[in-house]
């Protein structure tokens, strides 16, 4: 909070002090001596020594007829002019500006460093690698070499992948094929079945018939 500010405030709060409620008026000065003096300060503890006074009559004086507002609003008003003077004296302090610290060279220092080290110091080349070059059949350059098998290997994989697919698929279609002539030929076979069944109960019914008579004829022939 600057001067000018806690001036202007406190000189504002002097105009207001007749208006609105009281205790309200005297809670917001409190609010800006303490904001320029601080909490600890003596000047604040007075000001909120007569806060402190005015609460306690009032809670004796339930209806604060018996109160003395002007007694209290004289003393905060005293107390405030003391603290507006002594503002006002006040001399506003002048700003220490440090000088800044030299920390870098100038320009022209730091060349004739330079000079002088690169001068004193020798720094030794560094040795050259020779590149290694690696023969293949009919001179050909190992990147295009590379690059011809790749070629090989995916066209191999490929002609691989569609020679299988060919052969897959015809089998395939010839699977197919081979079920629609056995759907085909179930109701034929079905129907062999059947006869060739019904056959067989009548073989089986004249069976039976011919073991009854010649079980027959025995008893006949034992008789006689």
Known sequence: MTKEYILRKLKEQKKKSSQGDFETWLTNTQTFIQEYFGILSNRTSNFQSIIGDYRIQKIGDVYAERIDKQHFKNKALQLIDEYIEYIEEQEDEPTKIEPMKKKIKSFAEFDDNTENTSSSRVFPLAP????????????????????????????????????????????????????????????????????????????????????IEISELKNNSSEK
């Open 128 to 211: 050259v690698k020779k590149e290694t070059i690696t023969k293949l059949p009919f001179g050909i350059p190992p990147s295009l070499f590379w690059a011809i098998f790749a070629a090989c290997v995916a066209g191999a994989f490929f002609v691989g992948q569609g020679i299988g697919k060919s052969s897959f698929d015809k089998e395939k279609i010839d699977n197919y094929n081979e079920l629609i002539e056995l759907r085909k030929e179930k109701p034929i076979l079905t129907e062999k079945i059947d006869t060739l069944n019904y056959r067989i109960e009548e073989q089986s019914k004249i069976i039976e018939k011919q073991k």
